[in-house]
């Protein structure tokens, strides 16, 4: 298996993995930045209120307090259903750049009927992606 991260379970197999003098891996250290940055319990929920509590009073008197991209994934579903929970009002947007699989794209289409939504969906010209992707690789 080769060497594993003292703090978690990350090892060699994992790519793009670079381990420190004390085993601790790239990933560890990603993952504890990211739980300074986005602490949890009550100071993550007092943070969430704040965001929320901001983002209704800037979207105040307008039909829409938020834009949420989405993919069609599990992630970005849930954050709509979050952000209605939440009592914010919503724009789902998706940029559909020829790529998305069928479900996603029913994916989007239930939970933003389900969650009463406006969606708005951007059609990316094809052969223009294809000409970008070519000259990024």
Not at 15 to 28: C, H, L, Q
Not at 37 to 51: D, F, I, Q, S, V
Not at 108 to 114: P, S, W
Request: with cysteine; hydrophobic share 35%; charged share 30%.
């Amino acid at each position: 298996m080769g060497q594993q991260c003292v703090k978690g379970l990350w090892d060699e197999s994992v790519p793009g993995v670079k381990f420190d003098e004390k085993g601790v891996s790239n990933y560890a250290k990603m993952f504890q930045e990211f739980i300074e940055l986005y602490p949890r319990g009550e100071k993550g929920l007092a943070e969430w209120e704040g965001w929320l509590k901001r983002i209704r009073k800037d979207g105040k008197n307008r039909k829409y307090d938020c834009i949420v991209g989405v993919s069609g994934g599990t992630d970005s579903c849930y954050l709509l259903y979050i952000a209605k929970q939440s009592g914010l009002r919503p724009l789902a947007v998706n940029l559909d750049n020829g790529f998305s699989s069928k479900t996603a794209v029913e994916n989007i289409k239930k939970v933003t009927n389900a969650l009463i939504i406006d969606l708005e969906t951007y059609v990316i010209d094809y052969e223009e992606i294809k000409d970008l992707n070519r000259d990024y690789m």
